[in-house]
C-alpha cells in the first residue's frame, strides 16, 4: 500500500494544554493546526504510524528503531504525570524498516531489550512523540507506532531511510502514515532558549517555503552551516520524511508557523497523491553526492593527494605509506599540520600537530592522515568501503605567536591555542563553519583542553594554509 499520509508537527510541551495554561493563547495556531492535522491522518486510512523524532535515541552513524513489543511515556518531567501513553507498536512494519534500511545501504539498527541494554539508551517515550501524539489521541488515532530516533547521519542516508520505510509499507502491504516531529530555529529572539541569532529567521523561512512548495529535494539542500547557526531541532526528521514520500506526486500544505518563544513551530501535511517512478530521487541523490567528490579530487593539492594516499594505503594493507624519493620543495620543509576528513560533507576525523615532530611536512602529513583516519577519539575507525567517500584538506601551520586579549583573535583569519596553569593545552582551527567569534573559539578550545569557561588560560595565535 504504501505511504497514504505524511505530517510535520512540532513538540514543545507547552502546546499541551495542561502544561501550557494561560500561555497556551500565544500558540493558538499550532494547537489549531495540530487538531487538523491529527483529523487529516485519522481519515487517511492509515494501519501503522511511523514516527520520527530528534529527542529519541540519537546515533551520530545509524538510524535508531524501536523493536519493543510496547512503549510507554509521560508528561511527568513537565508538571503532568497524568498524560501518559502506552502505545503498542508495529513490529512486523518496524523490523522490515531495519532490514530495509540495510539493504539500502543505511546503517539502521533495531533496538530490543538487548541493545537497549547494550547501548545504554533509553526506552521511554520522549516528548518528541508525546506531544503529537496528545493531539493524535484527541482526535481518536489508535494506531500502533513505529518509533523511530532522528540520526546525525548524512541528508542522503537519511532521505534513503525514508526509501526504506515506504518499501517496508509496501513489502507489507500496509497503508502508513509517516509523521516528522520537528522543531525549527530556537534562535528566533533574544530571549530564545539558544539565544539569537539573525540566521535563526532565514532558516525558518526557507525551510517553511521548500515545505510549502513541495520542495523535498530542496529540503536536503539547504546550507547545513545555516541550520547550524539556526540551532534548529527536526530538519534531519523533515529530510527522513521527504525520502518516504520519494516517487510520489503530493500535495503540500503549510498549515501554520509560528515562533512567539524564540523556537519556530511548523505544522505541514504533506499528501501523496500519485506515484510515479519519474519522481524518484535517490539514486540521483547519491549520484551527485558522489559526482562531487570524484570533482574535488580532479583538482587536489600535492598535501591532499599525500594524506589520501597515505590514508587509503593505511586502511588497505595495515602498512604506512613510503616518503616520496624525491619530496618537493613545498613538503621538505618542517611544520605542524593538521589532517581533516570529511565524509557526505561531515566531519570523519581531525588529527594534528602544533608543533612539527617528524623530519619534514611530507612525513607529518603521512602520519597524521593515518592518526586523522583511524585515532580520533570521537569516531570508529575509516572502513575500507568509506575511502570513495572521504575528502581531504590539510592545514599547515605557521609559528605561534602570544596575544594578549581576544581583540587580537580573528577566528576566520586565526587559529588559538589556549594553555592553562596545569600545562593542559587545546587547539582549535580558524574558519571553521559555525565559529564567529573570539569568545566562542577560545571556549571551544577551552572545551579541547579540559578547562572551565572559567579557567585563566594563556592565549596564542597562529596563522595556517588551508589545501584542498
Known sequence: MGIVWGGIAPHPPIIIPEIGGAELKKVAASCQAL?????????????????????????????????????????????APQIKFNLQ?????????????????VPTVGLGEDKIH?????????????????????????LPIVWVGMSLLP???????????KQASNLLGRPVAFLASADLSHRLTRTAPAGYHPDGKRFDALLVEK????????????????ADKAGECGWRSIMMLAGALDGYEITPKVLSYEGPFGVGYLVAELM???????????????????????????????FVCLARQSLETYVRTGKRLPLPPDVPPE???????????????????????????QKNLAAEIIENAISAGTRDPRFWPVEEDELKDIVYSVDVLGAP?????????????????????????????????????????????KQKAGLGPRDEVRLERFEVNRYY
Open 118 to 142: 547494550r547501548y545504554r539508551t533509553g526506552s521511554r517515550l520522549d516528548h518528541g512523540v508525546l506531544v503529537p501524539w496528545y493531539y493524535l489521541a484527541q482526535a481518536g488515532v489508535e
Open 401 to 445: 605567536e602570544p596575544v594578549e586579549s581576544l581583540a587580537q583573535l580573528d577566528p576566520k583569519r586565526y587559529g588559538v591555542i589556549v594553555q592553562g596553569r596545569g600545562g593542559n593545552k587545546g587547539l582549535l582551527l580558524p574558519d571553521i563553519e559555525g565559529i564567529d567569534t573570539p569568545e566562542q573559539q577560545v571556549k571551544i578550545a
Open 211 to 226: 515545505v510549502g512548495h513541495g520542495d523535498l529535494e530542496g529540503v536536503l539542500k539547504i546550507d547545513p552551516a545555516l
Open 35 to 79: 487538531r487538523a492535522l491529527a483529523t487529516s491522518l485519522k481519515a487517511s486510512g492509515a494501519e501503522a504510524v511511523v514516527v520520527t523524532t530528534p529527542h529519541g535515541t540519537v546515533f551520530q552513524d545509524a538510524v535508531a528503531v524501536s523493536l519493543l513489543p510496547k512503549v510507554s511515556g509521560s508528561f511527568a518531567d513537565f508538571g
Open 155 to 165: 541528508p542522503e542516508d537519511l532521505y534513503a531511510f525514508g526509501v526504506a520505510v
Open 331 to 357: 613538503l621538505s620543509k618542517r611544520a605542524g599540520a593538521f589532517v581533516t576528513l570529511k565524509k557526505n560533507k561531515q566531519l570523519r576525523g581531525c588529527i594534528g600537530t602544533i608543533q612539527p615532530t
Open 89 to 105: 507498536t508495529d513490529y512486523d512494519l518496524a523490523s522490515a524498516i531495519v532490514d530495509a534500511g540495510v539493504d539500502l545501504g
Open 272 to 302: 501523496p497523491v500519485t506515484e510515479r517512478p519519474e519522481l524518484s530521487r535517490l539514486e540521483h541523490l547519491r549520484g551527485a553526492q558522489q559526482q562531487e567528490v570524484v570533482a574535488q579530487r580532479s583538482g587536489e593539492s600535492v
